[in-house]
């Protein structure tokens, strides 16, 4: 089944300096790759999401980008503010068409990005 | 819009006793529902989800069980309850599979 991994596990930054996230799956069929931001004590929240028919997408200081072939994609966050401060996940999902929880999330293990000051 | 419901909002059981948690979805039809719990500063697994009225799936064998009475209710349920269901209970829900996922507020359960 798909296996999604995320790095760093911890990331701290200064306010005004960019934040970058990393996520690899594994499973080549995963077309949808959303992010997710949960702060403290509250639930996950959709911020951005990509399908695989796509490489970028932007969201004011959020992107994403997706690399296909390597099985990758990103989360960067620009201009960070320390209200940017929280659990990022990532998540893989694929189509209907494929055996198994076919269609369910896969998350990632979270971020915890600090933005300082 | 579309809204999704849970709760309790905190629960406080002791070990042994019976578990009961609600989830409703307004402003959608046959959503996709979905029962993660988070435990502390982890990420979230998925316990159950459903496609339908009667229909569920579970992702990880447990002591928990689920249920889906109505189109867009969804109750997670205990008939004892370990040390280890402590934790945070989020449900969520999808307009199809491959789809965005939209949680609730969530459910902090604690077992004493």
């Known amino acids: 089944g798909e296996n999604v991994e995320q790095h760093p596990s911890t990331l701290s930054v200064q306010e005004g300096d960019s934040a970058v996230i990393k996520c690899t799956y594994s499973?080549?069929?995963?077309?949808?790759f959303p992010w997710y931001k949960q702060e403290l004590g509250k639930r996950p929240q959709l911020i951005i999401d990509?399908?695989?028919?796509?490489g970028e997408k932007k969201d004011q200081r959020i992107a994403v980008t997706l690399n296909k072939t390597a099985k990758h994609f990103s989360l960067h966050i620009t201009e960070t503010q320390p209200e940017d401060s929280a659990v990022y996940f990532c998540?893989?999902?694929?189509?209907?068409?494929?055996?198994?929880?076919?269609?369910?999330?896969?998350f990632g293990k979270g971020t915890k990005l600090s933005v300082k000051p | 819009s579309q809204t999704i419901h849970q709760w309790p909002a905190t629960l406080v059981q002791p070990v042994g006793s019976p578990l009961s948690l609600e989830c409703t979805v307004e402003?959608?039809?046959?959503?996709?529902l979905y029962w993660y719990r988070q435990a502390a500063g982890r990420g979230l697994q998925l316990l159950f989800y459903s496609v339908g009225i009667g229909q569920i799936s579970s992702e990880v064998p447990q002591n928990l069980s689920a249920s889906r009475p109505q189109d867009r209710q969804f109750i997670l349920s205990s008939k004892k309850l370990l040390l280890s269901d402590s934790g945070f209970y989020l449900c969520?829900?999808?307009?199809?599979?491959?789809?965005?996922?939209?949680f609730g507020d969530g459910t902090r359960l604690s077992i004493l």
């Open positions: 499973d080549s069929a995963s077309n949808y």
């Open positions: 402003g959608t039809s046959n959503p996709n």
């Open positions: 969520a829900w999808s307009v199809l599979v491959n789809q965005p996922q939209h």
């Open positions: 998540a893989a999902s694929r189509s209907l068409n494929y055996g198994g929880s076919q269609g369910n999330l896969i």
């Open positions: 990509i399908r695989s028919n796509v």
